[in-house]
Protein backbone atom coordinates (compact mmCIF):
# COMPACT_ATOMS: atom_id res chain seq x y z
CA UNK A 1 0.00 0.00 0.00
CA UNK A 2 1.52 3.31 -0.94
CA UNK A 3 1.39 5.81 1.96
CA UNK A 4 0.26 9.78 1.25
CA UNK A 5 3.91 10.82 1.97
CA UNK A 6 5.35 8.56 -0.89
CA UNK A 7 3.11 10.24 -3.92
CA UNK A 8 5.01 13.32 -2.97
CA UNK A 9 6.79 14.65 -6.10
CA UNK A 10 9.28 16.61 -4.26
CA UNK A 11 9.02 19.16 -7.23
CA UNK A 12 8.29 21.97 -4.27
CA UNK A 13 5.92 23.88 -5.53
CA UNK A 14 3.72 24.19 -2.30
CA UNK A 15 7.32 25.99 -0.92
CA UNK A 16 6.73 28.26 -3.85
CA UNK A 17 3.22 29.10 -2.06
CA UNK A 18 3.85 29.25 1.00
CA UNK A 19 2.99 32.62 2.50
CA UNK A 20 4.73 31.89 5.48
CA UNK A 21 9.18 30.79 3.57
CA UNK A 22 8.63 33.81 2.14
CA UNK A 23 9.14 35.77 5.15
CA UNK A 24 11.00 33.28 7.43
CA UNK A 25 13.74 30.84 5.61
CA UNK A 26 14.27 29.05 8.54
CA UNK A 27 10.41 27.01 8.20
CA UNK A 28 11.42 23.92 7.28
CA UNK A 29 8.81 24.24 4.72
CA UNK A 30 5.38 21.94 3.63
CA UNK A 31 7.62 19.27 1.46
CA UNK A 32 10.38 19.13 4.57
CA UNK A 33 7.70 19.35 7.46
CA UNK A 34 5.16 16.93 5.49
CA UNK A 35 6.02 14.25 3.47
CA UNK A 36 9.61 14.35 3.90
CA UNK A 37 9.47 14.40 7.63
CA UNK A 38 6.12 11.70 7.88
CA UNK A 39 8.49 9.42 5.54
CA UNK A 40 11.96 9.63 8.53
CA UNK A 41 8.70 8.80 10.97
CA UNK A 42 8.11 5.80 9.04
CA UNK A 43 11.43 4.77 8.97
CA UNK A 44 12.25 5.21 12.61
CA UNK A 45 14.68 7.98 12.37
CA UNK A 46 14.05 12.35 13.29
CA UNK A 47 11.11 13.02 14.96
CA UNK A 48 11.01 16.80 15.23
CA UNK A 49 12.60 19.58 13.06
CA UNK A 50 13.08 23.02 14.50
CA UNK A 51 10.74 26.00 13.69
CA UNK A 52 7.94 23.38 12.52
CA UNK A 53 5.60 25.49 15.00
CA UNK A 54 5.87 28.52 12.04
CA UNK A 55 3.04 26.67 9.83
CA UNK A 56 0.46 29.48 9.39
CA UNK A 57 -2.02 25.85 9.08
CA UNK A 58 -3.28 28.25 5.86
CA UNK A 59 -3.27 24.48 3.63
CA UNK A 60 -1.80 26.88 0.93
CA UNK A 61 0.17 23.27 0.49
CA UNK A 62 -2.69 21.42 0.37
CA UNK A 63 -4.49 23.39 -2.46
CA UNK A 64 -1.69 23.77 -4.79
CA UNK A 65 -0.01 20.01 -4.63
CA UNK A 66 -0.43 18.37 -7.76
CA UNK A 67 -0.44 14.95 -6.03
CA UNK A 68 -2.83 15.62 -4.20
CA UNK A 69 -1.01 15.37 -0.57
CA UNK A 70 -2.14 17.34 2.21
CA UNK A 71 0.79 18.54 3.91
CA UNK A 72 -1.12 20.41 7.01
CA UNK A 73 -2.28 17.16 8.09
CA UNK A 74 1.12 15.53 8.13
CA UNK A 75 2.43 18.70 9.55
CA UNK A 76 -0.36 18.90 12.86
CA UNK A 77 1.52 14.93 13.94
CA UNK A 78 4.53 16.17 15.28
CA UNK A 79 2.78 19.27 16.32
CA UNK A 80 -0.06 16.73 18.38
CA UNK A 81 3.15 14.30 19.80
CA UNK A 82 4.70 17.42 21.07
CA UNK A 83 1.69 18.32 22.88
CA UNK A 84 1.00 14.93 23.53
CA UNK A 85 3.93 14.71 25.92
CA UNK A 86 3.80 18.23 27.79
CA UNK A 87 -0.01 19.25 27.11
CA UNK A 88 -1.31 22.80 26.19
CA UNK A 89 1.07 25.72 27.48
CA UNK A 90 -0.74 27.84 29.90
CA UNK A 91 -0.99 30.43 26.40
CA UNK A 92 -1.71 28.38 24.53
CA UNK A 93 -5.03 27.47 26.56
CA UNK A 94 -6.03 30.88 27.04
CA UNK A 95 -5.89 31.21 23.80
CA UNK A 96 -7.74 28.38 22.23
CA UNK A 97 -10.67 28.16 25.22
CA UNK A 98 -12.26 31.74 24.47
CA UNK A 99 -15.65 29.56 24.09
CA UNK A 100 -15.58 28.84 28.38
CA UNK A 101 -14.59 32.67 28.68
CA UNK A 102 -16.99 34.27 27.16
CA UNK A 103 -20.21 32.87 28.63
CA UNK A 104 -18.76 35.30 31.79
CA UNK A 105 -17.21 37.83 29.59
CA UNK A 106 -20.80 38.66 27.88
CA UNK A 107 -21.74 39.47 30.60
CA UNK A 108 -19.37 42.23 31.60
CA UNK A 109 -17.84 43.19 28.34
CA UNK A 110 -17.05 46.48 29.75
CA UNK A 111 -14.91 45.03 32.56
CA UNK A 112 -13.48 42.52 30.54
CA UNK A 113 -12.61 44.06 27.65
CA UNK A 114 -11.26 46.75 29.46
CA UNK A 115 -8.78 44.68 31.17
CA UNK A 116 -7.93 43.24 27.70
CA UNK A 117 -6.68 46.91 26.34
CA UNK A 118 -4.99 47.94 29.63
CA UNK A 119 -1.52 48.81 28.73
CA UNK A 120 -0.14 47.35 32.13
CA UNK A 121 -2.05 44.71 32.27
CA UNK A 122 -0.93 43.29 28.83
CA UNK A 123 2.54 43.79 29.18
CA UNK A 124 2.18 41.59 32.18
CA UNK A 125 0.56 38.68 29.94
CA UNK A 126 2.98 39.48 27.77
CA UNK A 127 5.55 38.97 30.27
CA UNK A 128 3.99 35.91 31.85
CA UNK A 129 1.62 34.45 29.29
CA UNK A 130 3.95 35.47 26.44
CA UNK A 131 0.89 36.97 24.59
CA UNK A 132 2.11 40.02 22.22
CA UNK A 133 1.24 43.12 23.83
CA UNK A 134 0.92 45.41 20.86
CA UNK A 135 -1.75 43.10 19.25
CA UNK A 136 -5.54 43.99 20.16
CA UNK A 137 -7.50 41.33 21.94
CA UNK A 138 -10.62 40.83 19.99
CA UNK A 139 -13.62 42.44 22.16
CA UNK A 140 -16.52 40.88 23.84
CA UNK A 141 -20.00 41.87 22.62
CA UNK A 142 -23.30 42.72 25.15
CA UNK A 143 -25.11 39.60 24.92
CA UNK A 144 -24.59 36.72 22.98
CA UNK A 145 -26.11 35.49 19.49
CA UNK A 146 -28.11 32.86 20.90
CA UNK A 147 -29.19 35.01 23.78
CA UNK A 148 -30.30 37.30 20.65
CA UNK A 149 -31.68 34.27 19.02
CA UNK A 150 -34.06 33.71 21.96
CA UNK A 151 -35.16 36.47 21.83
CA UNK A 152 -36.07 36.66 18.10
CA UNK A 153 -39.41 36.23 16.44
CA UNK A 154 -38.87 34.37 13.16
CA UNK A 155 -41.36 35.04 10.70
CA UNK A 156 -42.04 31.61 9.97
CA UNK A 157 -42.89 31.24 13.94
CA UNK A 158 -46.81 30.13 12.28
CA UNK A 159 -46.13 29.29 8.90
CA UNK A 160 -44.16 26.68 7.24
CA UNK A 161 -40.60 28.57 5.68
CA UNK A 162 -41.47 28.31 1.79
CA UNK A 163 -37.93 26.69 1.19
CA UNK A 164 -37.54 24.62 4.40
CA UNK A 165 -34.92 24.56 7.59
CA UNK A 166 -31.63 25.68 7.41
CA UNK A 167 -29.10 24.60 10.35
CA UNK A 168 -26.97 27.36 11.44
CA UNK A 169 -23.28 26.48 12.75
CA UNK A 170 -22.07 30.08 14.11
CA UNK A 171 -19.00 29.24 16.19
CA UNK A 172 -17.10 31.13 19.14
CA UNK A 173 -16.23 34.75 17.36
CA UNK A 174 -20.44 35.33 16.69
CA UNK A 175 -21.37 33.80 20.08
CA UNK A 176 -19.46 36.17 22.14
CA UNK A 177 -17.45 38.75 20.27
CA UNK A 178 -19.77 39.73 17.18
CA UNK A 179 -23.19 38.50 17.41
CA UNK A 180 -24.42 40.85 14.85
CA UNK A 181 -23.14 38.38 12.47
CA UNK A 182 -25.11 35.62 13.10
CA UNK A 183 -27.90 38.07 13.39
CA UNK A 184 -27.71 38.82 9.45
CA UNK A 185 -27.32 35.18 8.63
CA UNK A 186 -30.51 34.33 10.07
CA UNK A 187 -32.57 37.48 8.88
CA UNK A 188 -30.71 37.08 5.45
CA UNK A 189 -32.17 33.33 5.47
CA UNK A 190 -35.63 34.39 6.60
CA UNK A 191 -35.68 37.01 4.15
CA UNK A 192 -35.02 34.13 1.52
CA UNK A 193 -37.69 31.58 2.62
CA UNK A 194 -35.80 29.42 5.09
CA UNK A 195 -36.45 28.94 8.57
CA UNK A 196 -33.65 28.83 10.93
CA UNK A 197 -32.78 26.10 13.35
CA UNK A 198 -29.66 26.21 15.84
CA UNK A 199 -28.14 23.26 16.54
CA UNK A 200 -26.39 22.44 20.32
CA UNK A 201 -22.90 23.22 19.61
CA UNK A 202 -19.23 24.10 20.89
CA UNK A 203 -16.44 25.44 19.69
CA UNK A 204 -15.32 23.60 16.03
CA UNK A 205 -12.29 22.82 17.35
CA UNK A 206 -9.94 24.45 15.09
CA UNK A 207 -8.18 26.51 17.39
CA UNK A 208 -6.76 23.50 19.43
CA UNK A 209 -5.88 21.73 16.31
CA UNK A 210 -3.73 24.42 15.34
CA UNK A 211 -1.85 24.38 18.65
CA UNK A 212 -1.47 20.15 18.33
CA UNK A 213 -4.43 19.24 21.24
CA UNK A 214 -5.86 16.71 18.25
CA UNK A 215 -7.21 14.98 21.57
CA UNK A 216 -9.06 17.97 22.83
CA UNK A 217 -10.18 19.18 19.37
CA UNK A 218 -11.76 15.51 19.16
CA UNK A 219 -13.68 15.63 22.01
CA UNK A 220 -15.13 18.85 21.01
CA UNK A 221 -15.48 17.38 17.38
CA UNK A 222 -17.55 14.26 18.69
CA UNK A 223 -19.92 16.87 21.04
CA UNK A 224 -20.66 18.72 17.60
CA UNK A 225 -20.72 15.42 15.51
CA UNK A 226 -23.99 14.29 17.87
CA UNK A 227 -25.89 17.24 17.82
CA UNK A 228 -24.88 18.02 14.00
CA UNK A 229 -25.94 14.80 12.57
CA UNK A 230 -29.64 14.83 13.13
CA UNK A 231 -29.81 17.70 10.64
CA UNK A 232 -27.54 15.84 8.49
CA UNK A 233 -29.55 12.62 8.48
CA UNK A 234 -32.86 14.76 7.65
CA UNK A 235 -30.93 16.49 4.61
CA UNK A 236 -31.18 19.73 6.46
CA UNK A 237 -28.43 22.44 4.85
CA UNK A 238 -25.65 23.08 7.62
CA UNK A 239 -24.48 26.35 7.08
CA UNK A 240 -21.58 28.19 8.63
CA UNK A 241 -20.26 32.09 8.77
CA UNK A 242 -16.54 31.11 9.54
CA UNK A 243 -14.63 29.78 7.13
CA UNK A 244 -12.51 28.15 9.44
CA UNK A 245 -15.30 26.79 11.16
CA UNK A 246 -16.58 25.20 7.83
CA UNK A 247 -13.21 24.25 6.60
CA UNK A 248 -13.08 22.00 10.17
CA UNK A 249 -16.39 20.72 9.43
CA UNK A 250 -15.94 19.31 5.97
CA UNK A 251 -12.40 17.84 6.51
CA UNK A 252 -10.87 18.18 9.65
CA UNK A 253 -13.30 16.14 11.42
CA UNK A 254 -13.07 13.18 8.84
CA UNK A 255 -9.62 13.34 7.57
CA UNK A 256 -7.42 14.84 10.58
CA UNK A 257 -9.30 13.62 13.22
CA UNK A 258 -11.15 10.37 11.82
CA UNK A 259 -14.14 10.79 13.67
CA UNK A 260 -17.50 8.52 13.23
CA UNK A 261 -20.21 10.25 11.21
CA UNK A 262 -17.98 13.00 10.46
CA UNK A 263 -18.68 12.20 6.80
CA UNK A 264 -22.51 12.34 7.05
CA UNK A 265 -22.12 15.71 8.45
CA UNK A 266 -19.66 17.05 6.19
CA UNK A 267 -21.90 16.18 3.21
CA UNK A 268 -24.68 18.91 4.53
CA UNK A 269 -22.22 21.70 5.56
CA UNK A 270 -21.65 24.93 3.82
CA UNK A 271 -20.03 27.76 3.79
CA UNK A 272 -22.82 30.63 4.40
CA UNK A 273 -21.64 32.21 0.74
CA UNK A 274 -21.79 29.21 -1.27
CA UNK A 275 -25.15 28.43 0.32
CA UNK A 276 -26.50 31.34 -1.06
CA UNK A 277 -25.09 31.49 -4.18
CA UNK A 278 -26.26 28.15 -4.70
CA UNK A 279 -29.95 29.40 -3.75
CA UNK A 280 -29.14 31.74 -6.84
CA UNK A 281 -28.28 29.72 -9.14
CA UNK A 282 -31.49 27.46 -8.36
CA UNK A 283 -33.58 30.90 -8.68
CA UNK A 284 -34.26 30.86 -4.77
CA UNK A 285 -32.35 33.98 -3.99
CA UNK A 286 -34.47 37.03 -3.77
CA UNK A 287 -32.61 40.38 -5.57
CA UNK A 288 -34.48 42.96 -4.11
CA UNK A 289 -31.68 44.29 -3.18
CA UNK A 290 -30.68 48.67 -2.59
CA UNK A 291 -28.80 50.64 -4.72
CA UNK A 292 -25.13 50.72 -2.54
CA UNK A 293 -22.98 52.05 -5.19
CA UNK A 294 -19.76 51.10 -3.38
CA UNK A 295 -16.45 49.44 -4.01
CA UNK A 296 -15.75 46.58 -2.07
CA UNK A 297 -12.36 44.86 -2.38
CA UNK A 298 -12.62 40.68 -1.15
CA UNK A 299 -10.19 38.85 1.04
CA UNK A 300 -10.66 35.31 0.56
CA UNK A 301 -9.60 33.67 3.79
CA UNK A 302 -7.08 30.84 3.26
CA UNK A 303 -9.35 28.66 4.90
CA UNK A 304 -12.08 28.82 2.55
CA UNK A 305 -9.82 28.39 -0.57
CA UNK A 306 -8.90 25.19 0.83
CA UNK A 307 -12.38 24.26 0.23
CA UNK A 308 -12.25 24.71 -3.24
CA UNK A 309 -15.31 26.54 -3.82
CA UNK A 310 -14.53 29.39 -5.53
CA UNK A 311 -15.78 33.01 -5.01
CA UNK A 312 -18.85 32.59 -3.81
CA UNK A 313 -19.13 35.96 -1.69
CA UNK A 314 -17.82 38.16 -4.81
CA UNK A 315 -20.40 37.06 -7.42
CA UNK A 316 -23.54 37.53 -4.66
CA UNK A 317 -21.93 41.31 -3.81
CA UNK A 318 -21.84 42.08 -7.35
CA UNK A 319 -25.45 41.11 -7.86
CA UNK A 320 -26.05 44.49 -5.35
CA UNK A 321 -27.00 47.66 -7.95
CA UNK A 322 -23.97 49.72 -7.12
CA UNK A 323 -21.23 47.53 -5.86
CA UNK A 324 -17.98 46.82 -7.68
CA UNK A 325 -16.14 43.86 -5.41
CA UNK A 326 -13.10 42.04 -6.43
CA UNK A 327 -10.77 39.83 -4.88
CA UNK A 328 -7.32 41.24 -3.48
CA UNK A 329 -5.74 37.91 -4.51
CA UNK A 330 -2.88 39.44 -2.19
CA UNK A 331 -1.76 36.02 0.23
CA UNK A 332 -2.60 35.39 3.74
CA UNK A 333 -3.48 37.80 6.08
CA UNK A 334 -0.97 36.18 8.65
CA UNK A 335 -3.17 36.26 11.67
CA UNK A 336 -4.00 32.55 11.67
CA UNK A 337 -6.27 32.36 14.14
CA UNK A 338 -3.91 32.40 17.53
CA UNK A 339 -0.75 32.50 15.67
CA UNK A 340 -0.80 36.26 15.45
CA UNK A 341 -0.94 36.92 18.91
CA UNK A 342 1.69 35.04 20.55
CA UNK A 343 4.77 37.15 21.23
CA UNK A 344 7.74 34.79 19.68
CA UNK A 345 4.89 34.69 16.73
CA UNK A 346 3.60 38.53 16.00
CA UNK A 347 6.38 40.10 13.76
CA UNK A 348 6.68 37.14 11.78
CA UNK A 349 2.46 37.41 11.69
CA UNK A 350 2.85 40.99 10.55
CA UNK A 351 5.58 40.06 7.51
CA UNK A 352 3.35 37.75 5.85
CA UNK A 353 0.53 40.07 6.20
CA UNK A 354 2.35 43.16 4.27
CA UNK A 355 0.86 42.14 0.88
CA UNK A 356 -2.08 41.93 1.64
CA UNK A 357 -2.04 44.89 4.06
CA UNK A 358 -0.72 47.38 1.34
CA UNK A 359 -2.52 46.16 -1.49
CA UNK A 360 -6.03 47.46 0.60
CA UNK A 361 -3.92 50.50 1.12
CA UNK A 362 -3.65 50.67 -2.88
CA UNK A 363 -7.90 50.15 -3.36
CA UNK A 364 -8.32 53.49 -1.62
CA UNK A 365 -11.94 51.63 0.20
CA UNK A 366 -13.22 53.10 3.18
CA UNK A 367 -13.90 49.26 3.92
CA UNK A 368 -12.98 45.21 3.42
CA UNK A 369 -14.43 42.07 2.89
CA UNK A 370 -13.75 38.84 4.58
CA UNK A 371 -15.58 36.20 5.69
CA UNK A 372 -13.12 35.15 8.39
CA UNK A 373 -13.06 36.51 11.68
CA UNK A 374 -9.18 36.47 12.44
CA UNK A 375 -8.80 38.34 8.73
CA UNK A 376 -11.05 40.42 9.52
CA UNK A 377 -8.87 41.30 13.18
CA UNK A 378 -5.92 41.77 11.28
CA UNK A 379 -6.76 43.90 8.34
CA UNK A 380 -8.42 46.35 10.51
CA UNK A 381 -5.25 46.21 12.81
CA UNK A 382 -2.62 46.44 10.38
CA UNK A 383 -4.22 47.96 7.56
CA UNK A 384 -6.40 50.56 9.37
CA UNK A 385 -9.27 50.13 7.47
CA UNK A 386 -13.07 48.79 8.79
CA UNK A 387 -13.48 45.00 7.32
CA UNK A 388 -16.74 43.72 7.25
CA UNK A 389 -18.41 40.28 6.71
CA UNK A 390 -19.94 40.00 3.16
CA UNK A 391 -23.14 38.65 4.68
CA UNK A 392 -23.40 42.28 6.36
CA UNK A 393 -23.21 43.53 2.97
CA UNK A 394 -26.07 41.64 1.74
CA UNK A 395 -27.98 42.60 4.65
CA UNK A 396 -27.29 45.96 4.05
CA UNK A 397 -28.35 45.62 0.44
CA UNK A 398 -31.95 43.90 1.86
CA UNK A 399 -32.56 46.96 3.83
CA UNK A 400 -33.15 44.72 6.33
CA UNK A 401 -31.79 46.98 9.05
CA UNK A 402 -34.72 49.62 8.12
CA UNK A 403 -37.16 46.72 9.50
Excluded at 323 to 330: C, E, G, M, R
Excluded at 360 to 387: F, H, L, M, N
Aim: hydrophobic share 35%.
Amino acid sequence: MIKEYDACLKCTICEMHCPMLRVAPEFPGPKNGGPGLARLRAAGEVAELDHLDLCLGCRTCDTVCPSGIQPADLIAVPKRKKVGRRGLTLRDWVLTHTYMVGPIAVHMPGLTNGVLANRPIRWTMEKVLHIDRHKPMPRYANHSFRDWFARHESPWKDRPAPNGKVAYFHGCSVQFMEPHIGRHVVEVLEHNGFEVVLPQQTCCGLPIIANGDLKGASSNGRYNLRHLREPAEAGIPIVVSSTSCSLTLKHDYEHLLHLDGADVVARQVYDISEFLLACHEQGLLRTDFQQMDERLPYHQPCHQRAQGIGLPAVTLMNLIPGVKSWNLDAGCCGSAGTFGFKEEKYEVSMKVGESLRDAIVASGAPRTVSDCETCRWQIEYQAGTKAVHPISVLWEAYGLGRR
